[in-house]
């Protein structure tokens, strides 16, 4: 299609019939100015303008694509080859929008594929231990108890040697059922108690742990804004989550253990409270 033949052909035959631009353009609901535009070639009729402007000016749709008038053998051919065209420009289109779908699907895939590999459920302890070892950098790690609060959960792991961890995941924003490692210590002596403690705009979180704690070990206390907290230790191991809304202290000072009769036992602690980087 030339746009300006076109356009000479639409302008000789609106003088042919008498018609001003405007008065064509009152036929077509259209303004003077987009039949102006059509006959200097600066622009071409649209798809729903074009049989009626065909009409109007007793000529074939052909005619005006063809930008000429066409004898009765010429018609056919002309409509034939316009066909074609239109039906390659609908392809080309096709064309584009499947391999735009497709690059869109291929990018969803790799978006949806690094949040669900990346994370593991919470109930699959050995994918929740290879999370670990990712992040930490450690190896032969065995998760041995786990601790969920809020959009957070605390792994306490081992390797079996007297060498203890922890993990902490936060929950995927794509898959709310599963985790994402995020933290942690990579590090902690068996019998040691520690902690991992971070903030955030709506709370402050606070985690103790520890593995193979001293048998007297009953219980353990630490201070956070003022007040006492004293836990309980089952089992010769400490894994618990604290989150203490609209706070700002991510402390745990005076960290210690307790026997039985509440005297502190000698040992076996980290010191003060270890914060997240």
């Not at 792991?157 to 007297?162: V, Y």
């Not at 402390?251 to 005297?263: I, T, V």
């Amino acid at each position: 299609m030339d746009a300006k033949k076109t356009g000479a052909l639409i302008a000789q035959r609106r003088r042919e019939l008498g018609l001003s631009q405007g008065e064509l353009a009152q036929r077509l609901h259209v303004t003077d100015k987009a039949v102006s535009k059509w006959e200097t070639g600066r622009g071409m009729p649209g798809i729903d303008s074009l049989e009626p402007l065909a009409k109007a000016l007793g000529l074939s749709v052909s005619e005006i694509l063809s930008g000429r008038r066409l004898t009765a053998e010429e018609l056919p051919a002309a409509a034939g080859g316009q066909i074609v065209e239109s039906l390659q420009e609908r392809l080309r289109l096709l064309r584009g929008l499947l391999a735009t779908l497709f690059l869109a699907a291929v990018l969803t895939g790799i978006f949806l594929g690094y949040h669900y590999f990346g994370s593991a459920p919470e109930t699959d302890l050995a994918a929740l231990s290879r999370k670990a070892e990712e992040y930490l950098g450690t190896d032969a790690v065995q998760v041995v108890e786990t601790e969920r609060r809020g959009d957070y959960l605390a792994a306490l792991c081992t390797d079996g040697e007297g060498q203890w961890c922890l993990c902490v995941y936060d929950r995927d924003t794509v898959f709310p059922g599963r985790w994402r490692a995020g933290g942690g210590k990579p590090s902690l002596d068996a019998g040691t108690l520690g902690s991992w403690n971070f903030g955030n705009p709506r709370e402050a979180v606070v985690i103790l742990c520890g593995g193979e704690l001293p048998e007297e070990a009953a219980c353990y206390t630490f201070q956070n804004s003022g007040i006492t907290y004293t836990c309980p230790i089952r089992d010769r191991r400490v894994l618990d989550v604290f989150l203490l809304p609209e706070s700002r202290d991510i402390s745990a000072a005076g960290l210690r253990m307790l026997d039985e009769a509440g005297s502190p036992l000698d040992g076996g602690m980290e010191g003060a409270a270890e914060m997240a980087p």
